[in-house]
């Protein structure tokens, strides 16, 4: 078998650019005096900039590279419109995650003297590019061990980021233990994976996603059981990025134990990472056993939502670093949303796909927006209450009206129009597959989580004695770009939601 395969090397560009970024920032940070590590961050934007801009010329998809001579349809890597859709979420999600870690956009740091940030060493932006660059592979990939080594490549810089030693923690020296924790569980549920791949090609002999899609349901009646579990094992190692529940217990103490920057990007491009992962082998490799992976991602969904808006809502907004435990939660019950129209690919071929990636982009802006405010709030409230932002309106009219808008997004009322027609988009793909009670399930989450949306809303506009009131400085120029981006990409959005809205109308995979 003639196994050479032909490169297109412009098709692969947006994943290989920011690699050669984080080559090109750690080799520069060899050269640079410490005077200057400031421009290492510059760099790192730049790259990543770059990289969203060679997705211009693949904008139409159905462009594939890495091909065997001879079978047209057996390719590692496609630019079709999932992939291109997924990388710019991810791209600009890491774009935005590096802007919150430029130099005084994020907390003061505790160590110095002047009380600002100190510029991010270069294992950092190395760390987080290569993490992006595995972000960008992992949509794009058509077989199994490419989507692996992305979904590997994604994560394994994402441990050593959150416990990389660096001021602007919630909480101060927690980082090595959340990291530990974090690989530990991560590394589980890959090596399961991994067993639930063996499996899938002892049953369908190949990994590439067609061909499995192809070969698993008529593979030999002896092996039928086999590649059952290589299913649903290989389903555990997606759950676990995208946070869904049992595999959701390490989010609460990451988000903690990291640098508010690292906790956004997790929050977003892990989250959507995670989500491409479970749409590709779901709907791309095992679409003849969607009677067995529609009811268990069903399942997942409703627990999900149920286990991170009940968390949140029991959250104290007087408790030390309540505005980052309650982000990290919504995240949680967030995924369970996104999860829905995942299981209602198993019933219907409606455009249910395209309605996760178009949840996953207006949760991704909005949800990296709210980051953005808590970043700057932190830098003058050291606790990250929620209480903190008491008459945040008084001084700081922009970060307040911001975090507002995104915090109705997220809830699904206006003036973020897009969070309730992403939602009503979700809550009808459920009901479209005859998920009643899933989609049951999901009105009654999305009326808890209002309460907590709408607690927080209303402290930005109260006194608060002691809260954000005091703060009077403005956020520095890459924070005020952060969320300057963010709320346009929502209020443009909210304002014309067919925008966003026809990927739910789109057939994906």
């Known amino acids: 078998m003639n196994l050479v395969q032909s490169v297109e090397w412009a098709v692969f560009a947006p994943p290989l650019i920011a690699a050669v970024a984080a080559v090109a920032v750690l080799v520069t940070d060899l050269f640079l005096p410490a005077a200057r590590k400031a421009v290492l961050g510059w760099l790192a934007v730049g790259g990543l900039a770059l990289a969203a801009l060679a997705l211009v010329p693949l904008r139409d998809g159905d462009r594939a ?18 992939a291109v859709i997924v990388q ?41 590019l290569c993490s992006a660059s595995g972000a960008a592979l992992l949509p ?16 394994l810089p994402a441990y050593a980021l959150v416990g990389l030693r660096r001021a602007g923690a919630p909480v101060r020296n927690a980082g090595p233990e959340a990291a530990l924790k974090f690989f530990l569980a991560s590394i589980t549920a890959t090596a399961v994976g991994l067993l639930g791949i063996s499996f899938v090609y002892a049953g369908a002999g190949s990994l590439h996603l067609a061909e499995i899609a192809e070969q698993l349901p008529a593979a030999d009646p002896g092996l039928a059981t086999l590649a059952e579990a290589g299913v649903v094992l290989t389903l555990v190692a997606f759950a676990f990025k995208v946070a869904a529940v049992p595999f959701h217990f390490w989010v609460p103490e990451t988000y903690l134990g990291a640098p508010l920057p690292v906790a ?39 627990l999900t939502m149920t ?76 606790a990250h209450r929620i209480a903190d932002y008491g008459g945040l309106w008084a001084r700081q009219p922009f970060a307040a009206l911001a975090l507002a808008f995104f915090l109705l997004c997220l809830a699904g009322l206006p003036p973020g129009v897009i969070g309730l027609f992403a939602k009503v988009a979700v809550f009808e793909s459920a009901v479209d597959a005859g998920l009643g009670v899933l989609a049951v399930v999901m009105a009654l989450n999305v009326a808890i989580a209002l309460y907590y949306y709408l607690r927080w809303t209303a402290v930005l506009f109260r006194a608060e004695p002691g809260g954000a ?7 520095a120029a890459p924070l005020t770009g952060a969320i300057a981006l963010t709320a346009a990409v929502g209020a443009i959005l909210s304002g014309a939601p067919q925008i966003i809205l026809t990927f739910a109308s789109g057939t994906f995979l």
Request: hydrophobic fraction near 50%.
């Open 307 to 382: 286990a991170g808006n009940v968390a949140a809502l029991r959250t104290d907004p007087e408790a030390p670093h309540s505005a980052i435990r309650l982000l990290a939660w919504s995240s949680v019950g967030q995924a369970g949303y996104l999860l829905v129209p995942l299981a209602a690919a198993a019933y219907t071929d409606e455009g249910a796909v395209g309605t996760a990636v178009a949840y996953a982009l207006m949760y991704g802006a909005v949800n990296l927006g709210a980051f953005a405010v808590a970043a700057h709030v932190a830098r003058h409230a050291r």
């Open 88 to 128: 710019l979420l991810v791209l600009a999600g890491a774009f935005l995650a590096a802007l919150l870690s430029l130099p005084g956009s994020g907390e003061r740091d505790d160590e110095g003297e002047d009380g600002e940030q100190a510029p991010p060493s270069g294992e950092f932006w190395f760390l987080l």
């Open 264 to 302: 956004a990007y997790l929050s977003v491009v892990g989250k959507t990472a995670g989500l491409a992962g479970l749409a590709l082998v779901t709907s791309g490799a095992f679409p003849g056993h969607g009677d067995l992976w529609g009811p268990a991602l069903a399942v997942l969904a409703g």
């Open 140 to 155: 794009a990939a058509r077989d199994l061990a490419t989507l692996v080594i992305a979904l590997e490549v994604t994560t």
């Open 65 to 82: 590279t890495f091909c065997l001579p001879g079978d047209a349809g057996l390719c590692s890597y496609s630019a079709d419109r999932f």
């Open 469 to 475: 009131s005091r703060v009077g400085m403005r956020p």
